[in-house]
């Protein structure tokens, strides 16, 4: 029997190093499943509304929207990363490599606003969104360290 056709193994950890790793180290996995779930769960909050304040925001952060697509495309994408975020919380080990692109996912956006911000073209409610999804980015590279089996090389 192939390893994919058991069903314990399929959801377990991918080498027997890696899951004592994990089962003598469970404050590492509670770090990783704690800070995905409260990311997910505090972006969807944030993004879910945002579907229905296109008006709005065009009235509060001028100019008014005009390509739509671009503002519902961010957060269509926004929300599929919380999402994924949720479901990386389940099992930060299986899915420790998504990681690499949450960190980026979160700096892109919170080293763009800083620099925009630099230039006046942000204003501070901006700033501390940025400032939010860097902390997370931060707290999402540490969870990628934490989880990795010690027998292995960072990639």
Known sequence: MDSTDNPKRRFAPHSKALRATVEEEPDQMKFAQRV???AGL???VALLPMYFME???GRDFPPAITHPEYYYGFIGVAVAWQVAFLIMSRDPVRYRLLMI?????????GIAVIVLFGFGRVNELMLAAAVVDLVLGTLFAVAYVKT???GEELP
């Open 42 to 44: 505090y972006g969807l």
């Open 55 to 57: 008006d709005k925001t």
């Open 148 to 150: 990795r089996d010690t």
């Open 101 to 109: 692109p949450a960190v980026i996912e979160k700096f892109s956006f």
């Open 36 to 38: 995905y779930q409260i």
